[in-house]
């Protein structure tokens, strides 16, 4: 599965990770990432410092992880050593990605009318920024409409 895919549900009331991911997938993906690269001993000892957890747990938490796309694991001897299959940054702009598609896919006016009094919410220069993104995407697409006609018009 590639992180194009990523698979996770929307839960509007978590908070942070919690809010596409459960509580212990979430912890297990904060130290991989923090850690680089993990095996299932790695997180469990970190894990269990704080609450008791059966290894198996981590263990099925960390398959789980990989199926859904977000760590990748290479064998190594008789066990896996996972990594995040995205950056924090990236996965978090991936999931804000896919969110926002499919609430637009369904619900874009609503959407739209409601970031926009969110942001204006905010603070003035956030709506600012927002203004100058649309006029900016807006000016690229005249430009790019220009230069196809332009390359239509010498075929």
Do not use: C
Not at 24 to 39: F, P, S
């Amino acid at each position: 599965m590639s992180s194009d895919d990523l698979t996770f549900g929307f839960k509007p009331g978590g908070s942070g990770l919690t809010k596409v991911l459960g509580e212990l997938e979430a912890e297990v993906m904060e130290l991989v990432w923090r850690k680089g690269r993990a095996t299932v001993r790695d997180v469990h000892e970190d894990l269990h410092r704080k609450r008791s957890l059966a290894y198996t747990t981590v263990m099925t938490t960390m398959s789980r992880l990989h199926d859904k796309g977000l760590l990748v694991r290479e064998p190594e001897s008789n066990y896996y050593v996972y990594a995040p299959a995205l950056g924090r940054d990236e996965f978090m702009a991936k999931v804000a990605g896919q969110v926002l598609d499919g609430l637009l896919q369904d619900f874009a006016g609503p959407v739209l009318s409601h970031l926009v009094e969110r942001v204006a919410d905010i603070d003035r220069d956030t709506l600012d920024e927002l203004e100058r993104t649309i006029r900016r995407r807006r000016a690229e697409e005249i430009a790019r409409a220009q230069h196809k006609a332009a390359d239509g018009g010498q075929r």
